[in-house]
């Protein structure tokens, strides 16, 4: 009687050991993938949209070249 309730005990303990380790992979593997996730979502800065402020005049207010032939400028006039 008492070595089967011994491999019992045994097998109890040993499947909540598989069942406790399982778990506890499977949580790593979820931080490390959120965590991998979330660094690939995070804009960077130099990949940030620039507005067509920053870029400059090709022309000039009058819809003509610029004064410079053709070149870019900061500002029409």
């Known amino acids: ?12 303990l040993t499947g909540a ?3 406790a380790s399982a778990t506890g ?3 790593v593997a979820a931080a490390a993938y959120a965590s991998e ?5 995070t804009p960077d800065e130099s990949a940030t949209a620039t ?3 920053e870029w400059p005049a090709l022309s000039d207010d009058s819809g003509g070249t610029s004064s410079s032939g053709g070149q870019a400028t900061s500002g029409g006039s």
Not at 1 to 12: F, S, W, Y
Not at 37 to 41: I, K, L, N, V, Y
């Open 37 to 41: 996730r979330s660094a690939s979502t």
């Open 17 to 19: 050991l598989v069942v």
């Open 1 to 12: 009687m008492k070595r089967e309730t011994g491999r019992r005990r045994a097998a109890l």
């Open 25 to 27: 992979t499977a949580a």
């Open 51 to 53: 507005t067509t402020e």
